[in-house]
């Protein structure tokens, strides 16, 4: 396991350059633990040389501050060669279960890249219907600078969301915890019950479906 110090490398991306790639993405995705709003995946091409002195503020999304996240985010952004962002929602997570969502949010983020990837670099993942060579890096976010990038954008990208669904469903607190299950939340959620954007699949929504119900 990654120690919670580790600086991520461009290790992994020149194995695959001496090979003869070029682009290569790097992919995670967030929410896989929420109780609320969507699972967000982000892919990210990094350029085969970068000389950026930021760049080694860069750590696994959860290993940063908000502040340093909103900081570096842009920052990936306007640097990368290509960024794409895929989105499943509660309800697909509800009904395909959290495996699948992943795996559709990954693809969803890499069909936007353009230009299109050569190679993968996945967290922990492999995506065998994605017909191109690629590596499922374990502690991948900690140690893989284009995985710990695409985590920064994936984690920001989907934080504005549970901000814009906190707007829309008040009295959860959706905007502070992200829809994780804090006691603020599960408090909230035995109060009120379930909103629209909760995953009923989840066992502390459904016991509160189940509360509803009596």
């Not at 969502?101 to 050569?118: F, N, T």
Request: glycine share 8%; hydrophobic share 40%; charged share 25%.
């Amino acid at each position: 396991m990654a120690s919670s110090l580790q600086r991520p490398s461009f290790t992994e991306e020149k194995r695959l350059m001496a090979q003869g790639y070029r682009l290569i993405a790097g992919i995670d995705e967030v929410g896989c633990g929420a109780l609320a709003g969507p699972l967000v995946a982000a892919a990210v091409i990094l350029p085969c040389r970068i000389d950026a002195p930021w760049l080694g503020q860069v750590r696994d999304s959860k290993q940063l501050t908000p502040a340093a996240r909103q900081l570096l985010s842009p920052r990936i952004r306007q640097i990368a060669l290509s960024v794409g962002i895929g989105k499943v929602s509660n309800q697909v997570i509800d009904r395909r279960g959290l495996t699948m969502a992943r795996r559709l949010a990954m693809k969803a983020a890499i069909d936007q890249l353009s230009p299109p990837p050569e190679a993968l670099l996945i967290d922990y993942f492999l995506l065998p219907e994605v017909p191109l060579p690629q590596k499922g890096v374990t502690d991948g976010d900690s140690l893989c600078i284009s995985i710990a990038c695409a985590s920064i954008v994936a984690k920001v990208a989907r934080d504005s969301m549970m901000t814009k669904l906190d707007r829309l469903h008040s009295g959860y607190g959706l905007a502070r915890h992200k829809g994780y299950g804090t006691e603020e939340h599960l408090a909230c959620l035995r109060r009120l019950g379930p909103s629209p954007v909760h995953r009923r699949s989840f066992r502390p929504v459904s016991d509160a479906c189940e509360r509803d119900e009596t």
